[in-house]
């Protein structure tokens, strides 16, 4: 389990109708970006956010959104890794310095928000 806290940074429209891009800063050195269906968009700019990443559903009550993705791609290099997951082909990056171990590729990952 991976536990993250931040702030939901910007929300914007993507070229797919229909579809934001949640930009979420965790901390100075980790970016994430979601793609995510406007519908069922539950964040708001400037609000805290913490996202827990698990091979189970979080069992912390009361989630804004739980999202099962699977990842798929892994890139490390000196200054920054990549980490993409795929949930229902929308995307879920992460951009950070740090090396997040509990992170495998070809995994299901449940992705809680709250």
Same mark, same amino acid.
């Given at each position: 389990?991976?536990?993250?806290?931040?702030? /939901? %940074?910007? *929300?914007?429209?993507?070229?797919?109708?229909?579809?934001?891009? @949640?930009? !979420?800063?965790?901390d100075t050195e980790t970016e994430m970006t979601l793609e995510i /269906? %406007?519908? *069922?968009?539950?964040?708001?700019?400037?609000?805290?956010?913490? @996202?827990? !990443?698990?091979?189970?559903?979080?069992?912390k009550e009361n989630p804004k959104l739980i999202l099962k993705g699977?990842?798929?791609?892994?890139?490390?290099?000196?200054?920054?890794?990549?980490i993409s997951i795929s949930v229902g082909g929308l995307q879920l990056?992460?951009?950070?310095?740090?090396?997040?171990?509990?992170?495998?590729?070809?995994?299901?990952?449940?992705?809680?928000?709250?």
């Amino acid at each position: 389990m991976l536990e993250l806290n931040g702030i /939901v %940074k910007k *929300i914007e429209k993507t070229e797919i109708t229909n579809v934001d891009l @949640v930009y !979420f800063e965790v901390d100075t050195e980790t970016e994430m970006t979601l793609e995510i /269906v %406007k519908r *069922i968009n539950p964040f708001k700019e400037s609000e805290p956010i913490t @996202v827990i !990443f698990n091979t189970q559903p979080s069992s912390k009550e009361n989630p804004k959104l739980i999202l099962k993705g699977y990842l798929y791609s892994i890139s490390k290099n000196s200054e920054n890794n990549k980490i993409s997951i795929s949930v229902g082909g929308l995307q879920l990056k992460i951009k950070t310095s740090k090396d997040y171990d509990e992170f495998k590729v070809r995994k299901e990952l449940f992705i809680s928000f709250f």
